[in-house]
C-alpha cells in the first residue's frame, strides 16, 4: 500500500509558475511509474506527465515544453514543474503511483486566473 500526499496547489496568474510535489509514504525507488494527471470541471481526468525509475519521462502535448516532472527517490517525493502557466491548465492535480489502476493522492487545485 502506497499513500500519496500532494501538495503545491494555488492559484496563480496566467503566464506564472507553480511546482506540485507528490510525498509517498514509503519507498518510491522500487516503483516504475510515477506520474500526474488532472482533471478539470466537467472532464476526464487525463495524464499530465510520468517518470519511470530509470528517469524517462513522457508528456501531454498540450503540456510539453511548459512543464518538467522529476522524481527524488531518496526523498520519496515526485514533483511536477509548471511554468507558462494558461487558463486551461486549471484542474485538480493528482499523483499517481503504478498507472491508472494504482495508487492516487487525494488531489491539489490549481487555479490559473487572467
Known amino acids: 500500500q502506497v499513500q500519496l500526499l500532494e501538495s503545491g496547489g494555488g492559484l496563480v496568474q496566467a503566464g506564472g509558475s507553480l511546482r506540485l510535489s507528490c510525498a509517498a509514504s514509503?519507498?518510491?525507488?522500487?516503483?516504475?511509474?510515477m506520474g500526474w494527471y488532472r482533471q478539470a470541471p466537467g472532464k476526464q481526468r487525463g495524464l499530465v506527465a510520468t517518470i519511470t525509475s530509470g528517469g524517462s519521462t513522457n508528456y501531454a502535448d498540450s503540456v510539453k515544453g511548459r512543464f518538467t516532472i522529476s522524481r527524488d527517490n531518496a526523498k520519496n517525493t515526485v514533483y511536477l514543474q509548471m511554468n507558462s502557466l494558461k487558463l486551461e491548465d486549471t484542474a485538480v492535480y493528482y499523483c499517481n503511483a503504478l498507472g491508472y489502476l494504482g495508487y492516487w493522492g487525494q488531489g491539489t487545485q490549481v487555479t490559473v486566473h487572467s
Open positions: 514509503g519507498s518510491i525507488a522500487s516503483i516504475n511509474l
